[in-house]
């Protein structure tokens, strides 16, 4: 039972967090002395600090603590990485192992030691339609064809979360796309470009800038995008990481990060339900402001209202800087979705992740009212909330044409526009 070393790298220095070992489905983590003498909790949840070690049960031997699970890679990344550790002759890897293949290239702040993947070139500027090739090929269980794409293999391989396919890249100075594979041309802006896999429609990009447009509107904190094009034509949807602080002339800073599953150590594939009520209240605990907690219900009510029911607590996140302590990481990951149906026979339509008043589906504007009870808000704050909502879901159509969706996808959609009942 190897054990790794769990480093915090970010604007002020980096040191050793944790020790973590793995014994089948057991992870145990323990805290060491130069990290308790910081007195910062990166888990203030489920490991704070004063809880120096910890043995963590988990269901299957991928289910790792929130701590390390934050930074493991969700199902697109892991196809990839163990695709890139079997080429490198690691048949059966730990999630451990991964992690310390993953190295430094990682989401947030955290990393891992001993490094164990392969160097890759410096910088690998990227063509976004051979990367989507390449994505296509992965998706088909084809390996890469070269050095090059091994490079942007692996940025797509980063911690990443999400099914669909992206790459971690960053804008160099003077304006080219590379990869990012942990090191990056100084003073380059880390981004995510998403990419389609095998069934998705040509407009999926196009629809989900459609929806950050519509949020931003209706007062949410999104994260900067843009729609690249390939050669092609295909578009392609870019967000600025909002875990990095671009550094004029040098690396950028790496920022804590934390979803609201990996805090509550609550996942969707385990069945580990939440609401959005319990969601409200860990965001009061963690960051102590109403300022995150009105923003958090303004996020459930657009949600609700433009049907996004991809809305799970991976797709919600938390940061933490020594300068700022915690706070709500900006809205992503947010589209039109039909959410996971139900899994009995002749089941209907999706639902939300995330229920409303013990709903995922049918939730009228009293059930969305009703959140003022867990947030502490005014009715007068959450009615303003849902009629801003209402307000931005309403430009739908214009919006989704002029980004260029078909027009008769974009119908489709607004059919089910603004999706609250009664």
Known sequence: MSAIDVVYEGETGSWVVARAAQRGAETFVEYTDDHLARNVDLAPVRHPAHNRARRFAGRELEHLPGLLADAFPDSWGRLVLRRDMRQHGVEQPTPLQMLTWLGRRTMGALTFRPLEGPESPDTTLVDLDRVQ????????????????????????????????????????????LVADNGVVPAGSTPWLVKFHSIDDSEYLSTIEATYLQMAAAAGITTCEHQLLSGSSGTRYLAVRR???????????????????????????????????????????????????????????????????????????????????????????????????????????PGEHYLDVAGKGKDITRQDLAG???????????????????LAAVAEWLRLSVSNGVDSEIAEQVAKRLPALAG
């Open 242 to 348: 909002f875990d990095r602080i671009a550094v004029p002339g040098g690396q950028p800073h790496r920022v804590h990060m934390a979803t609201a599953a990996g805090l509550l150590e609550a996942y969707p594939e385990y069945s580990q339900h939440l609401g959005y009520d319990d969601v409200i209240r860990l965001t009061r605990h963690v960051t102590g402001d109403v300022r995150d907690v009105e923003e958090l219900v303004r996020r459930a009510v657009f949600n609700v209202v433009a049907h996004n029911r991809d809305d799970h607590a991976r797709n919600i996140a938390y940061l933490w800087t020594p300068s700022s302590g915690w706070r709500l990481a900006p809205a992503y990951d947010l589209t039109h979705s039909m959410g996971p149906r139900p899994g009995h026979v002749g089941a209907g």
């Open 371 to 389: 959140l003022t009870k867990a947030a502490g808000l005014k009715l007068v704050v959450v009615e303003e909330m849902i009629d801003s909502a």
């Open 133 to 176: 090739d390449e994505m296509l090929r992965h998706l088909a269980g084809k390996d890469s064809q070269d050095a090059r794409a091994d490079a942007l293999t692996r940025a797509a391989g980063s911690g990443a979360g999400g099914a669909r396919p992206k790459i971690a890249a960053a804008y160099t100075s003077d304006g080219k």
